[in-house]
């Protein structure tokens, strides 16, 4: 019991919490795949985990700031979270349990980037130019809730060659990658560049383990459902959804 895997929670708390009530050993360390919708600092909310000696890592996903900048500085912001800000997984590796893990959080946008298309932008500090070419039609509010839409939880060039040039055994992602139908393969490019063996996300609300060919894995964990690194389920969260098999190139084990 060392390293749990908790996918989306989107505010449900309470069936992390009745998963952790059940458990006869505790692990050492989660690590939350994003899509938390922090209503209240994450400190707070992840009182379940941390009161239990848990320690916690976490990326975000694309619905974490859709309470706009609160929701995202309960989330991120380290003033607001003593205690899991340093949990911070997003463009870092980070060695949890003796495991070497990376993050990378949020979603493919096409104003940004849509593989396997090239990127539109590669960096945030384009994004201010970008925006201000829209349209007159665009109101002031709806360019600064893009541009923080965009900035907070888009996938972005700069952050994805940041974590290439680096190694992990694990790639955490809230993006799906190929192994699903709808993911992208720039994940699995990524997985391979850094070397790491296994890519474990959320976003899709579906619990699979898939092998590709040259035998990288990929495991996704369900909403609010507590899977460890060897693909065990401590708990059932939110009902899943429909797994749709693998496509060509991966076997679901």
Known sequence: MTILFIGDIHQQWDKVTRGLDALPV????????????CDKPLDVLAAPLLDRGIAVHWIHGNHDNDGGPEMWAN??????????????LHGRVL????????GLGG??????????GAPRLHGRAHLHDDIASLGAEWRDSHR???????????????????????????????EAPSSLRRGKGALDELARAMGAGLIVHGHHHVGYRARAEDGLCVMGVG??????????????????????GAPDGWVVE
Do not use: C
């Open 144 to 174: 600064q809730a893009l541009m923080h839409s965009l900035a907070s939880a888009a996938i972005w060039p700069e952050d994805y060659h940041l974590l290439a040039a680096q190694k992990a055994d694990v790639l955490v992602t809230h």
């Open 75 to 88: 989330l991120n912001d380290p003033a607001l979270n003593p205690r899991t800000a340093a949990g911070a």
């Open 26 to 37: 505790l692990p050492r360390s989660a690590v939350l795949l994003g899509d938390i919708e």
């Open 95 to 102: 060695e949890i349990d003796g495991v070497r893990i990376a």
């Open 223 to 244: 909403s609010a459902w507590g899977t460890m690194l060897d693909g065990a389920v401590l708990w059932a969260g939110d009902t899943e959804r429909h797994h749709a």
């Open 107 to 116: 979603t493919f946008r096409p104003r940004v980037w849509d593989p396997p």
